[in-house]
């Protein structure tokens, strides 16, 4: 009963597919559900932004202002971490 009563939301901010490939995998893959909203710039963003997440995640690619914006964006009571990183490179 106690996993039908929490759930995360999950922004992934990247232009990287690898990216947004590992959040999908992980959010499957998870015993708790996961709302995992996706984009690729901060434009698109901000409105998911604005509505609150449990994490965040800015690829760092993104430019260190637009990163540093989306971050502020994101920082408030009931936000668990945000995290940045730079685009995950293909497998090999």
């Known amino acids: 009963m106690a996993d039908e009563l929490l759930s995360l939301r999950v922004i992934v901010v990247s232009q ?4 947004h490939e590992m959040f999908r995998k992980a959010a499957a893959a998870s015993r708790v559900p996961i709302e995992l909203v996706e984009t690729d710039s901060e434009a698109p963003a901000s409105r998911p932004l604005a509505a609150g997440a ?6 760092v690619d993104l430019g260190g202002e637009a ?3 989306m ?3 994101a920082r408030r009571p009931g936000v668990q ?3 940045t990183g730079r685009g995950v490179p293909p497998a090999r």
């Open 16 to 19: 990287s597919p690898n990216d």
């Open 54 to 59: 449990d994490l965040a995640f800015f690829d």
């Open 67 to 69: 990163v540093g914006r």
């Open 71 to 73: 971050a502020s964006a």
């Open 81 to 83: 971490a945000i995290g």
